[in-house]
């Protein structure tokens, strides 16, 4: 079995294969990234915090860093759902992304930073833009390029957070395009 089946093979909750059905609904419409993401955003909303989504296996966490759970990948490689989860302090690099994206707190509340790449014509830099607070329930898509960010586990308790991404990130084991180092003066 290779890697890519074995998650395929995941377990999975009633709830969890609704959402699987209506992504790939929306997905198989064709439409561009960014109106894609919406759709797969207007899908995923429902299901946040509804406690038959994950399974508890699918909600442990890791004390070394945040951790990944692969709940789908699409055959086609056309979609992914993946489950993180954040114990309080754990966070990514700064990164932008191979596809879109969508992301909603299921439980908790994520931090995240977002930036932007600005050029003087010999080198590019990152500038902070934004700090956003996502709170359970909330639901964030975006689309490359421009999709640069870290998130975070700022409060004292787990954060967990689904997240669809238009590409099979059980193949390609990270939807993380490129890291970007962090901006002088910030940690």
């Not at 930036?115 to 607070?133: A, H, N």
């Not at 490359?144 to 590409?167: F, L, T």
Request: charged residues 25%; proline residues 6%; hydrophobic residues 35%.
């Amino acid at each position: 079995m290779t890697t890519s089946t074995a998650f395929r093979a995941a377990r999975t909750t009633a709830r969890l294969d609704a959402l699987v059905r209506e992504v790939r609904e929306a997905v198989d419409r064709g439409l561009p990234p960014d109106l894609t993401a919406y759709l797969v955003g207007e899908r995923l909303a429902p299901h946040l915090g509804e406690p038959d989504l994950l399974t508890e296996e699918q909600r442990e966490g890791d004390p070394e860093r945040y951790r990944q759970h692969i709940l789908h990948a699409e055959q086609d490689g056309s979609f992914s759902i993946v489950a993180l989860v954040w114990l309080p302090g754990q966070r990514t690099a700064i990164h932008d992304h191979v596809s879109w994206c969508v992301a909603g707190v299921h439980q908790g509340q994520e931090s995240e930073d977002r930036y932007r790449l600005v050029s003087d014509g010999t080198r590019s830099r990152l500038v902070p833009t934004e700090q956003v607070v996502n709170p359970q329930g909330s639901v964030c898509g975006f689309a490359p390029p421009g999709d640069i960010h870290r998130v975070y586990n700022a409060c004292e308790g787990k954060a967990i957070s689904i997240h669809i991404y238009g590409a099979d990130i059980a193949r390609l084991g990270s939807s993380v395009r490129r890291v970007y180092e962090c901006p002088a003066g910030e940690r």
